[in-house]
């Protein structure tokens, strides 16, 4: 069936640095959104993509729908970052598969 | 700015119990969605709507109702709760259909059937 493949499981980072989390899908996808768990559980929107590229601040997002992938590079992170990160994509109609999550925590 | 709200944040329940999850959206938007989240996955598609009266079925449907009464109210039902219902409840709404436009997500209702 369709899936989503989300790596890395957990990262670990220090303040200033930064990484890159990336979902691989086994079919093609329409778009992509990503966003963040934080520490109250509430779900926070960062990007929604149909193709290309977005950057908000240190975050920036890519989807090539025709190689399969997703990315999302954190720069500079900060102790706010921290969390599990989530890709979710569509391949049409009703159906969204959801990547498992990347739990990132970031430390002084 | 985009508001998804929904009740009870928290609830407990013993099995076999009668549960009621609400949402409210006050977008306007036209598609609200049932998620459940469970520790190391992602969400998976419960029910969602496309407008007042009108119910369509996701990936893991059984065991749950669902009814949206108005655009803004969609109601999650659970009429003989087990364990295995125990999860992390999140409702969304979007404007357009399923990966159209980004979907807004409320904070979730934590689920523990005993």
């Known amino acids: 069936g369709d899936q989503v493949e989300q790596s890395p499981s957990a990262l670990s980072l220090h303040e200033g640095t930064g990484s890159a989390l990336r979902c691989n899908f086994t079919?093609?996808?329409?778009?992509v959104q990503w966003f963040r768990k934080n520490s109250r559980g509430s779900l926070i929107n960062l990007f929604y993509?149909?193709?290309g590229t977005k950057e908000n601040g240190r975050l920036k997002s890519a989807f090539d729908s025709k190689e399969r992938y997703s990315t999302l590079h954190i720069r500079d992170a900060q102790l706010e970052d921290s969390g599990t990160y989530f890709c979710a994509a569509w391949t049409g109609g009703y159906k969204v598969v959801f990547g498992s999550g990347t739990r990132l925590l970031v430390s002084p | 700015e985009a508001a998804v709200t929904q009740s009870p944040r928290n609830k407990v329940t013993v099995t076999g119990g009668n549960v009621t999850l609400s949402c409210r959206q006050t977008n306007s938007h036209n598609y609200m969605y049932w998620y459940r989240q469970d520790t190391g996955h992602g969400l998976r598609l419960i029910h969602y709507?496309?407008?007042?009266?009108?119910?369509q079925i996701g990936d893991v449907p059984d065991g749950y109702k669902a009814t949206r009464t108005t655009q803004e109210d969609f109601f999650l039902l659970l009429e003989l709760a087990s364990p295995s219902q125990t999860s992390l409840y999140f409702c969304?709404?979007?404007?357009?259909?399923?990966?159209?436009?980004?979907?807004?997500f409320g904070p979730g209702t934590r689920l523990t059937v005993l």
């Open positions: 079919t093609t996808m329409r778009a």
């Open positions: 993509l149909a193709s």
């Open positions: 709507s496309y407008g007042a009266g009108n119910l």
């Open positions: 969304a709404s979007s404007d357009k259909g399923l990966g159209g436009t980004e979907q807004f």
